[in-house]
């Protein structure tokens, strides 16, 4: 069993390239739940969706979220009405959040809703939210405190930040099922997603990080900044606007004491020194995955 700490694009690439290499049924993610949020009454939560959507081969490779042959139509008429309409949410999308929100409405927990949207849609990995309980990512900026969808989508993320806080994650519990992953798995991999803002929330959830601390030498992380970029998103931005090195040396200082290895890209291949000086292994491929061969190659070491 591999257990998949995920945030929603990156991880969502490495999961696919790990299910093609393994059965799907050994692997599990447990995913950050502080970009969750309520609009217009419905629960949504981008990174589950994100990962379901794209293990299920319907991710909109062009838009880069939400599904294949999305409308609009419901956006559109929302607007003519003067609604708010800055969150996108195309007419498939909406369905998936129509029947979240009436099952938790119901009493169904995230974790048991996420299952079942998992089954209906053919997902094979399994697909945990890290906690039922609400934890939410906020950013204090120079245009003041702000919430993740509108740092992320109403300021396309373009904005100085100057601290970050995980709302909720002081009383949050790690779910059962996600701790089961966590103590069970044969390896856990920390997916190359957002440090800051798709893995810290989970981090700040009380026992995950003495979790990952005591089982380190099974734990590999894969840096999702390569070169000094990332490859999509503020990853790079908040590193450094948040006084860490931008580099797969600042993520591995980030993760200092939890992972055992960090998987960086061939590109840093110069900076592996200065990785291993903060205490873990270092092993440098190919992690670029739009190409699908190098994606395989990640996802065979990662496992290696
Ligand atoms: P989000 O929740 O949808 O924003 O996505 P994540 O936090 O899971 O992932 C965002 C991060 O994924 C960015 O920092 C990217 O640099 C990284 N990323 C995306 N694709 C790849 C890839 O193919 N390889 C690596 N190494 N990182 C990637
Ligand atoms: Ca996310």
């Known amino acids: 069993m591999i257990t998949v700490l995920s945030g929603g694009v990156g991880a969502a690439r490495l999961l696919r390239a790990l299910s093609a290499v393994i059965d799907p049924a050994d692997l599990t993610a447990v995913v950050n739940v502080g970009d969750?949020?309520?609009?217009?009454?419905?629960?949504?939560?981008?990174?589950?969706?994100?990962?379901?959507y794209t293990l299920t081969g319907r991710n909109?490779?062009?838009?880069?979220?939400?599904?294949?042959?999305?409308?609009?139509?419901?956006?559109?008429?929302?607007?003519?009405?003067?609604?708010?309409?800055?969150?996108?949410?195309?007419?498939?999308?909406?369905a998936t959040h129509l029947y979240r929100s009436q099952r938790l409405a119901h009493g169904a927990t995230k974790t048991?809703?996420?299952a079942e949207l998992g089954e209906r849609l053919g997902l094979r990995i399994g697909l945990l939210p890290v906690t039922d309980d609400h934890v939410a990512t906020m950013f204090e900026t120079e245009?003041?405190?702000l919430t993740f969808q509108e740092y992320f989508v109403q300021h396309h993320h373009d904005v100085d930040v100057r601290s970050l806080r995980f709302a909720g994650a002081d009383t949050a519990r790690l779910s059962l099922e996600s701790r089961r992953a966590?103590?069970?798995?044969?390896?856990?991999?920390?997916?190359?997603?957002?440090?800051?803002?798709?893995?810290?929330?989970?981090?700040?959830i009380g026992g995950?990080?003495?979790?990952?601390?005591?089982?380190?030498?099974?734990?590999?992380a894969v840096s999702p900044i390569i070169g000094g970029a990332a490859l999509k998103g503020p990853a790079d931005r908040l590193l450094r606007e948040l006084g860490h090195d931008v580099s797969c040396v600042g993520v591995a200082q980030y993760y200092e004491g939890l992972i055992g290895t960090l998987v960086i890209d061939e590109a840093d291949a110069a900076l592996a020194d200065r990785v291993a000086a903060t205490g873990c292994e270092v092993r440098v491929t190919t992690t670029i995955m739009a190409n699908p061969d190098h994606a395989r190659t990640l996802a065979t070491t990662v496992l290696a």
């Open 143 to 145: 245009r003041g405190t």
């Open 208 to 220: 995950v990080r003495t979790l990952l601390a005591e089982r380190r030498d099974t734990v590999v």
């Open 182 to 204: 966590l103590v069970e798995a044969e390896r856990i991999i920390i997916a190359p997603s957002n440090p800051l803002i798709s893995i810290g929330p989970m981090l700040a």
């Open 112 to 114: 048991m809703v996420s």
């Open 36 to 52: 969750d949020l309520v609009m217009h009454g419905l629960t949504i939560c981008p990174d589950l969706d994100t990962i379901t």
């Open 60 to 94: 909109n490779e062009t838009l880069g979220w939400g599904l294949e042959g999305e409308t609009w139509r419901v956006m559109e008429q929302l607007r003519a009405l003067g609604g708010d309409a800055w969150f996108g949410l195309g007419d498939l999308d909406l």
